[in-house]
């Protein structure tokens, strides 16, 4: 049974930094795509990052591309998202997604995920 759990999530300040992480178990986690997503309140679900199965591809939505860094560590199947000078517009629930294809990164549709987390909640202040 896949279990994608987030944590990092919480209260921040507008320019702070933040890491998030994702503790994967039940796959094979070296053949994943992973990645992120994330709710804003009141909007829908959207893509922010995916990492390729052996970190050597990344894939990012463009208004995150230039603050967000998604990276794993296949040793402890762990995935992360880096998120620098935080905005109050980054306000949202971010998910832990493992997508349904390991041979694409190109995971920004609802329909191209299998398994979700349960989300972390970052709220940014100004």
């Known amino acids: 049974q896949v279990h994608l759990v987030e944590s990092g999530g919480g209260l921040v300040q507008a320019g702070d930094s933040l890491r998030l992480s994702c503790a994967a178990s039940?796959?094979?986690?070296?053949?994943?795509?992973m990645g992120w997503f994330r709710q804003p309140p009141g909007k829908e679900r959207e893509f922010v990052a995916a990492i390729s199965g052996h970190g050597t591809t990344t894939r990012y939505a463009p208004s995150v591309k230039s603050r967000f860094t998604v990276s794993r560590d296949n040793a402890k199947n762990m995935v992360y998202l880096q998120i620098i000078n935080l905005q109050p517009e980054d306000t949202a629930v971010y998910y832990c997604?493992?997508?349904?294809?390991?041979?694409?990164?190109?995971?920004?549709?609802?329909?191209?995920?299998?398994?979700w987390g349960k989300g972390t909640l970052v709220t940014v202040s100004l």
């Open positions: 997604v493992k997508g349904r294809r390991s041979d694409s990164v190109i995971i920004t549709a609802i329909d191209a995920i299998d398994y």
């Open positions: 039940g796959v094979t986690f070296s053949d994943s795509v």
